[in-house]
Nanobody
Framework: EVQLVESGGGLVQAGGSLRLSCAAS????????IGWFRQAPGKEREGISC????????YYADSVKGRFTISSDNAKNTVYLLMNSLKSEDTAVYYC?????????????????????WGQGAQVTVSS
């Protein structure tokens, strides 16, 4: 059974940093993508970054490019999202998700509709 568990959310001041973790288990595939999404109240879920567990290629949404860094520790089956220079508009529930049939180099790589498994979410609140 595939499971994704997020951790590391919390409250941080604007300009600060936070690192989220996504522990993955139960995968029998070699080629899959772990993505990070976020959803603020009243807004649609937004794909912000993802990483290929096959070749470590990474993708970022423009809204976080240059501030957020995604990485993976394959030995631990864990994906991290390091968030720097946080802004109040980064406040949201953050989810990690897995896409087991990724379409690389297309906009759908960060589309929530392409992802098959989801974690429970972690709240990130940035105070101004």
């Amino acid at each position: 059974e595939v499971q994704l568990v997020e951790s590391g959310g919390g409250l941080v001041q604007a300009g600060g940093s936070l690192r989220l973790s996504c522990a993955a288990s139960g995968f029998i595939f070699d080629d899959y993508v772990i993505g990070w999404f976020r959803q603020a109240p009243g807004k649609e879920r937004e794909g912000i970054s993802c990483i290929s567990m096959l070749n470590d290629n990474t993708y970022y949404a423009d809204s976080v490019k240059g501030r957020f860094t995604i990485s993976s520790d394959n030995a631990k089956n864990t994906v991290y999202l390091l968030m720097n220079s946080l802004k109040s508009e980064d406040t949201a529930v953050y989810y990690c998700a897995a896409d087991i049939s990724p379409e690389y180099h297309t906009p759908s790589i960060l589309s929530q509709y392409e992802y098959d498994y989801w974690g429970q979410g972690a709240q990130v609140t940035v105070s101004s």
